[in-house]
């Protein structure tokens, strides 16, 4: 597609609850990034991915988070029995490919988790 | 390692004045530098990068940018702000020696245009 696309672009789950963001990168793009931004902060990194391979999961804040791409493309984060501190913004990103950040890196708009 | 400061919280401008966000970095190598933009409800979008080349980098929206290595600064400049420019503002930084493969982000700097 033209863009990163996410869904849903809003979650409200009940504490304990487990929940599954979708990213859909652009075609083509190898690298994908997950982030969390909590309000009034910048994005933190969770995890990365090159294809499939997830390359780097230094992020992720507990083993409750779990991320996968199994085809390389599409991407899912998942995260088991919610807590509160969960609540924040998701960000998916995608670029080219390792060394051609030159392009940039493209940014979907986010799903904002609410865990009550 | 690898770290961005955005030393403002805030940034208050008047329509038709000079705006600069600040941004400073630190790497063990080379920097990639980028700047992103986030509107409410938005995710982050591409202003600018430096990646090699010229200091002075142009980008949307008639943001420019200015590398400036003996300080380590990436500070974001226009020369005449417009209130839709009001938004939240990103620094970003990539150690390309570092062999990180991580965008590592600042805290952001909510830019506010007054009319």
């Known amino acids: 597609g033209a863009g990163v696309s996410q869904s849903p672009r809003y979650k409200v789950a009940k504490r304990g609850q487990d929940v599954a963001l979708r990213c859909d990168p652009i075609?083509?793009?190898?690298?994908l990034f997950w982030y969390q931004q909590a309000l009034g902060q910048g994005p933190e990194f969770l995890t990365y991915?090159?294809?499939?391979?997830?390359?780097?999961k230094s992020g992720l804040p507990s083993d409750r988070f779990f991320a996968e791409r199994p085809e390389g493309s599409v991407s899912t984060l998942k995260i088991q029995r919610t807590q509160q501190e969960d609540s924040a913004v998701y960000l998916c990103?995608?670029?080219?490919?390792?060394?051609?950040?030159?392009?940039?890196?493209?940014f979907g708009s986010g799903t904002r988790l609410t865990v009550v | 390692a690898q770290s961005v400061a955005q030393p403002e919280d805030q940034v208050n401008v008047a329509e038709g004045n000079p705006l600069t966000v600040k941004c400073t970095y630190s790497v063990s190598g080379n920097p990639y530098l980028f700047w992103y933009v986030q509107y409410p409800n938005r995710g982050l979008q591409f202003l600018l990068k430096?990646?090699?080349?010229?200091?002075l980098v142009k980008g949307s929206y008639g943001f420019e940018a200015e590398f400036n290595k003996s300080q380590t600064s990436f500070h974001l400049k226009k020369p005449s702000a417009l209130v839709s420019d009001s938004a939240l503002y990103f620094c970003?930084?990539?150690?390309?020696?570092?062999?990180?493969?991580?965008?590592?982000f600042g805290r952001g700097t909510s830019l506010i245009v007054h009319p």
């Open positions: 075609s083509g793009h190898v690298s």
């Open positions: 991915f090159q294809n499939e391979a997830q390359l780097d």
């Open positions: 970003a930084v990539r150690d390309i020696s570092g062999g990180s493969y991580i965008p590592t």
């Open positions: 990103a995608s670029s080219f490919k390792f060394g051609r950040e030159s392009l940039g890196y493209t």
């Open positions: 430096y990646i090699t080349g010229d200091n």
